[in-house]
T-cell receptor
Framework: GESVGLHLPTLSVQEGDNSIINCAYS??????FIWYKQESGKGPQFIID?????DKRQGQRVTVLLNKTVKHLSLQIAATQPGDSAVYFC????????????FGSGTRLQVQP | DAGVIQSPRHEVTEMGQEVTLRCKPI?????LFWYRQTMMRGLELLIY????????DSGMPEDRFSAKMPNASFSTLKIQPSEPRDSAVYFC?????????????FGEGSRLTVL
């Protein structure tokens, strides 16, 4: 079962395709951003972060893009796998992460085999 | 290495009862956070502590909610009296502010149902 039964926007992709999850953040003063993954019945898990002095950061199969002009963040997942199915949250912070994170509403990713 | 440990994982109680949720942060972390997750409001911050001191409790819904951190390895979130609208998953998270990163490490959550 789900963690909380959220009525979230859903992105459905085929296994092996690339996924792009978007997020609009709210605070123009935010200088640190994180993407979290939440699987059913579990707590959010860190995926990747980026500071405002960067516009792109790559991890293993994931890339985060930051556009401060329009306050937009995206998470790209390459070669999406069934294990990537989860809810994805973006989170923002100020003071380079020394305060509490503010979370977005989340996007559900469903990977079809 | 143990992560953030929360208890209980599930709690079902009746309206008016006192509920106490517990959290053990990761050893060495000096900041602790309580978040609540609901269908309507998503993940929202209730309160956070730095070095056992409450820094921001503006997210605590009302006087029925209280949180304490008596030492670096333990925190409680108490609801008294509980109401059905308090039903949610409550997450505890911790981090260190000494490493220069803002990553929060979350526990598995405590699912509270108030009947």
């Amino acid at each position: 079962g789900e963690s909380v039964g959220l009525h979230l926007p859903t992105l459905s992709v085929q296994e092996g395709d690339n996924s792009i999850i978007n997020c609009a953040y709210s605070n123009s003063a935010s200088d640190y951003f994180i993407w979290y993954k939440q699987e059913s019945g579990k707590g959010p898990q860190f995926i990747i972060d980026i500071r405002s002095n960067m516009d792109k950061r790559q991890g293993q199969r994931v890339t985060v893009l930051l556009n401060k002009t329009v306050k937009h963040l995206s998470l790209q997942i390459a070669a999406t796998q069934p294990g990537d199915s989860a809810v994805y949250f973006c989170a923002e912070n100020m003071d380079t992460g020394r305060r509490a994170l503010t979370f977005g509403s989340g996007t559900r990713l469903q990977v079809q085999p | 290495d143990a992560g953030v440990i929360q208890s209980p994982r599930h709690e079902v109680t009746e309206m008016g009862q006192e509920v106490t949720l517990r959290c053990k942060p990761i050893s060495g972390h000096n900041s602790l956070f309580w978040y609540r997750q609901t269908m309507m409001r998503g993940l929202e911050l209730l309160i956070y502590f730095n070095n056992n001191v409450p820094i921001d409790d503006s997210g605590m819904p009302e006087d029925r909610f209280s949180a304490k951190m008596p030492n670096a390895s333990f925190s409680t979130l108490k609801i008294q009296p509980s109401e059905p609208r308090d039903s949610a998953v409550y997450f505890c998270a911790s981090r260190t502010t000494y490493m220069g990163t803002g990553e929060l490490f979350f526990g598995e959550g405590s699912r509270l149902t108030v009947l």
